[in-house]
């Protein structure tokens, strides 16, 4: 079930996304919280540190699964999913590092990496799952074609994601990863509120086909139309195809 929220700008879609979070730190003792990357939920951690800086917000009980990591890059990479989580996220609001679970891109076997962090992840459930959408419909890094039943699992990264991310990695496709370790869709699924941030318009005719378009893999954010709770928030430039 598809609850839209169409808003006026960026700021306002992150203050949406805000609002799903906070009540969740405030209702559970214990709050489990699955994280996304990139630049679409930054605004959103922006008003998580804020809220703990001036109105002392704790997460000393809270716990994190955040959806993927790079492989092949260290942690200390400045592009590494690690490093982005830190230092946009983790190192301003006192989380304790035994509380924050994150996939490694550098094992050795990285099968035994996957089946680990899907181990761990049956050991919570997570409350609110932060989501961006690609502009070719994948969540996560699970591309178009990821079985709808996949697990966490080392996916080949599309080379439109990768020329998409390049931005940051200096405009460099070749400097881009071209694997990523991904939470699957039936790990994303097992969320109990799930919130999903897009704005601008190479994100609408991903938007169209989450939510009217056919349920099938070739985009994979279309396997939220059987979840039960979904927040959609949204600029309107993302919104065209469906407004």
Same mark, same amino acid.
């Not at 809270?62 to 983790?90: A, C, K």
């Not at 020329?163 to 699957?184: H, K, L, Q, W, Y």
């Given at each position: 079930?598809? #609850?839209?929220?169409?808003?006026? #700008? /960026?700021?306002?879609?992150? !203050? ?22 990139? &630049?679409?939920?930054? $605004? ?6 804020? @809220?703990? #800086? ?11 699964? +955040?959806?993927?990591? /790079? ?6 990479? *400045?592009? !590494? ?29 990285? +099968?035994?990496?996957? @089946?680990?962090?899907?181990? *761990?992840?049956?050991? /919570? ?39 998409? #991310? ?7 496709? *070749? ?11 039936? !790990? %994303? ?7 999903? %941030?897009?704005? $601008?318009? +190479?994100?609408?005719?991903?938007? /169209? ?6 349920? @099938?893999? &070739? ?25």
């Amino acid at each position: 079930m598809f #609850n839209v929220i169409i808003a006026d #700008n /960026y700021d306002q879609i992150s !203050s949406e996304a805000f609002r799903i979070v906070k009540k969740e730190l405030q209702q559970e003792e214990h709050p489990v919280l699955g994280l996304a990357t990139g &630049s679409s939920p930054i $605004g959103l951690y922006k008003k998580m540190i804020a @809220d703990h #800086n001036v109105n002392g917000t704790s997460y000393k009980k809270v716990t994190t699964f +955040n959806l993927d990591e /790079y492989i092949g890059l260290p942690r200390e990479h *400045d592009q !590494s999913y690690w490093t982005f989580m830190h230092e946009n996220l983790f190192d301003q609001i006192g989380i304790p590092d035994q509380n924050v679970h994150m996939p490694s891109g550098e094992e050795p076997d990285m +099968n035994l990496e996957c @089946d680990r962090y899907e181990r *761990d992840l049956a050991n /919570y459930t997570i409350g609110v799952q932060i989501l961006g959408i690609g502009s070719d419909g994948h969540i996560g890094f699970n591309e178009p074609g990821t079985p709808f039943d996949s697990v966490t699992h080392v996916a080949k990264l599309e080379e439109s994601t990768r020329r998409d #991310n390049s931005r940051f990695f200096e405009g460099d496709i *070749d400097r881009v990863p071209e694997e990523a370790v991904t939470m699957g869709l039936a !790990s %994303i699924m097992k969320a109990k509120k799930i919130v999903i %941030i897009a704005y $601008g318009k +190479n994100k609408a005719q991903a938007v /169209y086909g989450m939510i009217r378009g056919p349920k @099938d893999p &070739s985009c994979p954010a279309s396997i939220l139309q059987d979840h039960s709770d979904v927040t959609i928030i949204l600029d309107r430039e993302a919104a065209a195809l469906i407004s």
